[in-house]
């Protein structure tokens, strides 16, 4: 590979929450285990080279004063959704900057919805959406994703419009990929849950921050593109954070074709005059949708692709009692220990910690919905990953602790 995917980069000491925080209470690691980080949705490995550059390149120049975002960071974006998604017809005015998806969903929550008022979600729900929405106000309805015989996350659509005619939501987050779920939604899948949405004249907004990250075989398909109703009734909210991990220099965007969806979305989200771009991220942008940036976003897919194969396939043959359906996109799992956990008399709690123990850093998955749930990132070194599950395999899930 032309790019490096396999170097062990020491972080510690370097701003970095995944490798310097332990994201579980009374759990430390014991002596002679280094940490593996495989919780927060962070990935270790350096990033594309011409984000460096473009930054670089803007620091030797000694000013930094006020700014607007550049025609080329508006055509940076058209040109990617253009060559990723098949995006077409999108201009300059439909993009709009926001810090974070997560600050875009709450500006459109204050614009759209009322205190106290649900909102609809699928269920497993992303942590990040559960503390907005109650943070702001309001409250979660969610109707669950099932396994089918394959083992594949599924919508009951019929389910979808009884929890939104039930709770009269006008509302609704739609997760494409989905998080924690990792599932790629097909065209005919949105095109459904967009028809549930419309007969109950629901604003949706669709969180795609993962939509570069597809696994090998699946295509992501945005939820803008499915209708022409789909167009006008859906906020779409992108970031190169996730795809080049950019985390740390915030900068999102949102695609809204509606001109009465994005005047209510960008006036609420001036209010505080806190949602302004950093030029330095401008600068990330441009640099990571260079065509250099797509030729190692595709290294990095194919990386992605192999550690979740592998992953999978060690967890069924060793794991017994945990089950995980292998994700179609998104560099996260999401496993089911249930059955493992009434086998051997454990507690989530008690598992969680046993893999901190030896030095595996994982997370807790039942905050986003799913009891007795453990929640995975595979964006690191195929060697660290490795190491990580054959110490799962030795010391947690035989027994020895």
Not at 138 to 145: D, G, K, M, P
Not at 324 to 333: F, I, K, N, S
Request: with cysteine; charged share 25%; proline share 5%.
């Amino acid at each position: 590979m032309k790019y490096d995917f396999t170097s062990i980069i020491d972080r510690h000491n370097k701003d970095s929450i995944a490798v310097d925080v332990i994201p579980f209470p009374d759990a430390p690691v014991k002596e002679g285990f280094d940490r593996i980080p495989m919780w927060v949705a962070d990935m270790n490995f350096p990033t594309a080279p011409t984000i460096q550059q473009r930054i670089i390149e803007r620091t030797q120049h000694p000013m930094f004063g006020y700014f607007d975002p550049t025609e080329e960071y508006f055509n940076s974006i058209i040109r990617w959704q253009e060559k990723r998604n098949g995006v077409t017809g999108l201009t300059k005015e439909a993009i709009g900057y926001e810090n974070g998806v997560l600050g875009c969903l709450c500006s459109a929550i204050q614009a759209f919805t009322a205190p106290g008022e649900p909102i609809f979600f699928h269920s497993p729900t992303y942590i990040g959406f559960s503390f907005a929405v109650k943070e702001n106000g309001r409250t979660l309805a969610t109707s669950a994703l099932k396994k089918d015989e394959q083992g594949v996350w599924r919508m009951d659509y019929e389910d979808m419009d009884r929890v939104i005619r039930e709770n009269h939501i006008h509302f609704a987050v739609f997760c494409s990929p989905h998080n924690p779920c990792g599932r790629v939604w097909e065209r005919e899948e949105i095109e459904k849950a967009m028809e549930v949405f419309r007969k109950n004249a629901c604003t949706v907004f669709s969180d795609e921050i993962w939509s570069d990250l597809i696994l090998e075989g699946n295509r992501h398909i945005p939820t803008q593109s499915v209708s022409e109703d789909a167009r006008n009734r859906v906020i779409a909210a992108y970031a190169p954070s996730k795809t080049f991990n950019l985390a740390g220099l915030v900068g999102s965007y949102h695609i809204i074709y509606s001109q009465y969806l994005r005047d209510r979305v960008v006036k609420q989200s001036k209010l505080s005059h806190y949602n302004e771009m950093n030029v330095l991220s401008m600068h990330a942008l441009i640099g990571a949708y260079e065509p250099e940036g797509e030729e190692w976003l595709e290294e990095l897919r194919e990386v992605l692709s192999g550690n979740a194969k592998w992953a999978v396939g060690f967890i069924r043959d060793h794991f017994e009692g945990v089950t995980v359906a292998r994700p179609q996109g998104t560099y996260m799992l999401y496993l089911d220990c249930h059955e493992w956990l009434q086998r051997n008399g454990k507690t989530i709690a008690d598992l969680v910690r046993a893999g901190i123990y030896v030095g595996v850093i994982w997370q807790d998955g039942s905050p986003f919905g799913q009891p007795d749930t453990i929640r995975m990132n595979l964006a690191l070194p195929k060697a660290r990953m490795e190491e990580a599950f054959h110490r799962l395999e030795k010391y947690v899930f035989c027994g020895e602790q």
